[in-house]
């Protein structure tokens, strides 16, 4: 193994250029960084949550509100069903999770039952021909309707796979960087977000549903009426925050959707100066809005978000451009923030804070101290000790070669953009500590071939063959674990385990390649008659 193939010197010598030239941006300024040349990598190491300081939500999905949402879906489905065939019925409600309707004339409850079974509901995954609701006769000629427990679940599952991809783009709208966003649990959400020093928005923009729709307004209603309540079927009364009038009524029929649009920005009013925000919908959105507003010019409309009225303007003339505006009591942020929301689309369900907290900038700062400092110490021991054991050459060879190794773990983290949090430097500097333990089984080896009495070249190519083996067993345990802990660990704990399977691959390459080329060379320059840890 001494006489070196030239792709091993070459390979050799791009893993330590790029060691240096990607580790090199963390230890410069951030102005020296940003007036490096194009070619030369800018990035630096992606420290987590504990290491830089942010924010920790632990979240829950309220499937009970989703499960609240579809009933009332299904209570206007029933209805719609029911009068368009013409059957007459009565005390149409929710009843324990169900919907209880009871059928006027008796010879009509067997109708009313088929028109439900084929008309509302859709067909449930997995199951062959069945659907998701189940409707059932009950005394007194009552019709139950409920949903079948699988499609329930169903729900509540791919309601928080929606949550985490929604969250996920508010979050990087917000431009908070490599935010981690885990499932935890069957409905809860767990968000830890490295740098965001203002946890109070955070909450405000994840947390938000910002389910936005467009209904008419019913102007027919006196006051007094809608004070107390008293508004037509079809019609609800809605708070309102616009400042011009504690509540609206307004038509229940949202006559255009959040879903239907395609852009929002904050801007400002021309003519008021004004924060205000501007969308644009889809051509459906666009078509419908254009329809709308030109039946209804002359008439409010009220843009609503989560059931609560941020506007209600009057329609001068017909929108059929698609685009649109906002206006209400904003500030220069929470428009930033309406806009963030339009753009990355509503929660299904709402979030519920379960636990939060924050992490001070300064702590994430003495985290990165003690940390450099145990390793700095870590490597310190570990040169004392292989120069004490096996002499300024090859303790020294070990060492160039374990210096190296930590040049190619920064470089690939910081290439990578993986995440080094607090657990993340433990395990970097367990893999720093455990390196050299590869070249001592070399060393040993040779020293067993050279009492055995065999020549000095054989005896250090059998250091390396026959050790190269238990060097790979042992490093094979230990990606294994590592990728076991990635895999069903969470937060710090796939740190750790991504910082530790980087370090056993560039262990096994330093220890092995580049001791084996600084050992080559060495012998080529010298032509020793014998070792010198003989």
């Known amino acids: 193994m001494m006489n070196l193939s030239r792709w091993k010197v070459v390979l050799v010598a791009l893993a330590v250029v790029f060691g240096v030239l990607f580790t090199l941006p963390n230890l410069l300024p951030a102005k020296v960084r940003d007036h490096l040349p194009p070619f030369m990598p800018k990035k630096t190491l992606n420290l987590g949550l504990d290491l830089q300081g942010g924010s920790y939500l632990l979240y829950s999905v309220d499937t009970a509100a989703l499960r609240t949402e579809r009933l009332n879906n299904l209570t206007e489905d029933v209805r719609k069903a029911l009068v368009d065939e013409k059957i007459q019925f009565t005390d149409l409600g929710q009843v324990a999770g169900e919907l209880s309707v009871r059928i006027t004339d008796p010879g009509q409850v067997s109708q009313a039952q088929n028109v439900l079974r084929n008309t509302i509901g859709a067909p449930l995954a997995g199951a062959?021909?069945?659907?998701?609701?189940?409707?059932?006769?009950?005394?007194?000629?009552?019709?139950?309707?409920?949903?079948?427990?699988?499609a329930l679940e169903a729900d509540a599952g791919r309601a928080v796979d929606q949550s985490i991809e929604i969250i996920r783009r508010r979050i990087d709208q917000m431009g908070t960087k490599e935010p981690d966003i885990t499932r935890q649990g069957k409905d809860r959400i767990v968000i830890q977000a490295a740098g965001e020093s203002d946890p109070e928005r955070l909450k405000n923009v994840v947390g938000q549903t910002a389910k936005l729709t467009f209904q008419m307004v019913d102007e027919t209603v006196p006051p007094q009426d809608a004070a107390a309540g008293r508004v037509p079927p079809g019609d609800e009364v809605l708070q309102s925050t616009d400042g011009y009038s504690p509540a609206y009524?307004?038509?229940?029929?949202?006559?255009?959707?959040?879903?239907?649009?395609?852009?929002?920005?904050?801007?400002?009013?021309?003519q008021t100066g004004r924060p205000i925000v501007s969308f644009r919908f889809n051509g459906q959105g666009a078509r419908r809005f254009g329809v709308i507003t030109s039946e209804n010019v002359n008439k409010r409309f009220a843009i609503v978000l989560d059931k609560k009225v941020i506007s209600a303007p009057t329609i001068i003339n017909p929108i059929t451009g698609g685009n649109g505006q906002i206006t209400g009591n904003f500030t220069e942020q929470s428009a930033n923030d309406l806009a963030v929301l339009l753009r990355a689309g509503a929660l299904p369900a709402p979030l519920k804070v379960e636990e939060q907290r924050t992490v001070g900038a300064e702590l994430g700062a003495d985290a990165v101290h003690a940390g450099t400092t145990s390793a700095l110490v870590g490597l310190a021991a570990t040169v004392v000790f292989m120069i004490a054991i096996y002499g300024f050459l090859f303790g020294g060879i070990s060492l160039v070669a374990l210096v190296i190794n930590a040049l190619m773990i920064i470089g690939i983290m910081s290439f990578t953009q993986a995440t080094l949090t607090l657990p993340g430097i433990a395990g970097l500097i367990l893999t720093l500590a455990v390196a050299v333990d590869a070249n001592v089984l070399i060393y040993e080896r040779m020293r067993d071939e050279l009492r055995a009495g065999r020549s000095l070249i054989s005896s250090m190519d059998a250091g390396f063959s026959r050790a190269m083996g238990t060097i790979l067993d042992a490093n094979m345990t230990h990606i294994l674990s590592a990728m076991i802990m990635f895999q069903f660990g969470s937060g710090a704990v796939r740190g750790f385990a991504w910082t530790l399977s980087i370090g056993v691959l560039t262990t096994v390459f330093s220890a092995i390649l580049v001791t084996q080329v600084?050992?080559?060379?060495?012998?080529?320059?010298?032509?020793?008659?014998?070792?010198p840890i003989a």
Request: hydrophobic content about 45%.
């Open 128 to 150: 062959q021909g069945g659907r998701d609701v189940s409707v059932s006769s009950a005394p007194d000629q009552r019709i139950r309707v409920a949903f079948a427990a699988q």
């Open 249 to 270: 009524v307004v038509k229940k029929r949202a006559e255009v959707t959040g879903e239907m649009l395609v852009d929002a920005q904050a801007r400002f009013d021309q």
């Open 518 to 531: 600084l050992l080559a060379w060495w012998f080529r320059a010298t032509r020793p008659k014998t070792l």
